[in-house]
């Protein structure tokens, strides 16, 4: 259900002249993509790992996120300089707000919650994660929208 958002965070990503890659899922592989993106500044070479989640209720359920995909992105953040983040479109009403969470801090609210809820509701992402701005990155005829990642890159 990513796949709106998939497709703004590449424009972003050309935007603002990041490499990237995408994880494609393939169901011929056995082994499961630990996350949609990999992503590096051209100048300073800093890595990050991004998951796409784009949901349409206002609380994000942990069972979005697979353990395995928790996991990628735990161990990719633990290399040196690296930094993992699950991107949450809350696409209510579309484009909606979207957030990136450290993974960290995802596994942490998550530990927090553990036992109450089974899920991180929206009021949660404004005090613990950072909020992306929506930014058009060309104008006509195609008019693209994405987000403005400079602050997770």
């Known amino acids: ?7 703004e965070i590449r424009q972003s990503f050309n935007h603002f002249k990041v490499w990237w890659e995408k994880f494609h899922s393939d169901s011929r592989h056995i082994q499961k993509r630990p996350f949609d993106f990999i992503a590096a500044r051209y100048e300073s070479g800093k890595m990050r790992a991004i998951e796409c989640k784009m949901i349409r209720i206002p609380s994000f359920k942990f069972s979005v996120l697979p353990p395995h995909q928790e996991k990628g992105l735990y161990k990719f953040s633990s290399m040196k300089g690296a930094w993992a983040y699950v991107l949450v479109n809350f696409r209510r009403d579309p484009p909606g707000v979207c957030f990136a969470v450290d993974i960290h801090k995802y596994i942490s609210l998550k530990k927090i919650l553990k036992g109450k809820r089974s899920s991180i509701p929206i009021d949660l992402f404004y005090s613990h994660a950072i909020q992306l701005e929506r930014i ?15 602050a997770i890159l």
Not at 1 to 7: D, H, K, V, Y
């Open 1 to 7: 259900m990513a796949s709106i958002l998939e497709s």
């Open 136 to 150: 058009n990155i060309s104008g006509p005829p195609r008019y693209l929208k994405g987000w403005n990642l400079e």
